[in-house]
T-cell receptor
Framework: GDSVTQMEGPVTLSEEAFLTINCTYTATGYPSLFWYVQYPGEGLQLLLKATKADDKGSNKGFEATYRKETTSFHLEKGSVQVSDSAVYFCALFIFSGGYNKLIFGAGTRLAVHP | ETGVTQTPRHLVMGMTNKKSLKCEQHLGHNAMYWYKQSAKKPLELMFVYSLEERVENNSVPSRFSPECPNSSHLFLHLHTLQPEDSALYLC?????????????FGEGSRLTVL
């Protein structure tokens, strides 16, 4: 079935370090792919998305490229800040049975230290 | 108010209690979702309502009973829960046939079953 696999956390970085969080997926067809972020004590927020192969989603300095050949959607940021500390979820979108459905990975916790 | 609002934010209940979680969205969406978030596990989709009709019930035990009286409100009725049901329950909404995959989440209700 459709699924998402993320690298296990926590990921601990110093401020201004480079970030990569790996995400791979298994799906029939060509799903849209998403990264959501959950800050402490809050719900999930959409961070970025890509709807077709080779698309690059970007927001707040984060980027991810939809790679069909490797079924991947890795999240990257060139210089992280303390305020980026959160849990990051990779997800794939399916439109099935007449409604939207998101399938999430387990989440990767990022901790950024000054 | 804007966005997706969940109440209560925290709930502690015994295994014989009956309680309800409430979700309200002010975004004009026509689909609503319940997800369960447990530590170190992917978000689990529990229920989906599209146009106030339940369209998905993801093998959830009958001790969880959803209700969607209108497109703005969603409830999760809880009865004779087990300690392993302790988790963060997230409500989300989306516009069907709109921006594919973009779900808007509430901040969650943290449930502890004693």
């Amino acid at each position: 079935g459709d699924s998402v696999t993320q690298m296990e956390g926590p990921v601990t970085l110093s401020e201004e370090a480079f970030l990569t969080i790996n995400c791979t997926y298994t799906a029939t067809g060509y799903p849209s792919l998403f990264w959501y972020v959950q800050y402490p004590g809050e719900g999930l927020q959409l961070l970025l998305k890509a709807t077709k192969a080779d698309d690059k989603g970007s927001n707040k300095g984060f980027e991810a490229t939809y790679r069909k050949e490797t079924t991947s959607f890795h999240l990257e940021k060139g210089s992280v800040q303390v305020s980026d500390s959160a849990v990051y979820f990779c997800a794939l979108f399916i439109f099935s049975g007449g409604y939207n459905k998101l399938i999430f990975g387990a989440g990767t916790r990022l901790a950024v230290h000054p | 108010e804007t966005g997706v609002t969940q109440t209560p934010r925290h709930l502690v209940m015994g295994m014989t209690n009956k309680k309800s979680l409430k979700c309200e969205q002010h975004l004009g969406h026509n689909a609503m979702y319940w997800y369960k978030q447990s530590a170190k596990k992917p978000l689990e989709l529990m229920f989906v309502y599209s146009l106030e009709e339940r369209v998905e019930n993801n093998s959830v035990p009958s001790r969880f009973s959803p209700e969607c009286p209108n497109s703005s409100h969603l409830f999760l009725h809880l009865h004779t829960l087990q300690p392993e049901d302790s988790a963060l329950y997230l409500c989300a909404s989306s516009q069907e046939r709109g921006l594919a995959g973009e779900l808007f989440f509430g901040e969650g209700s943290r449930l502890t079953v004693l």
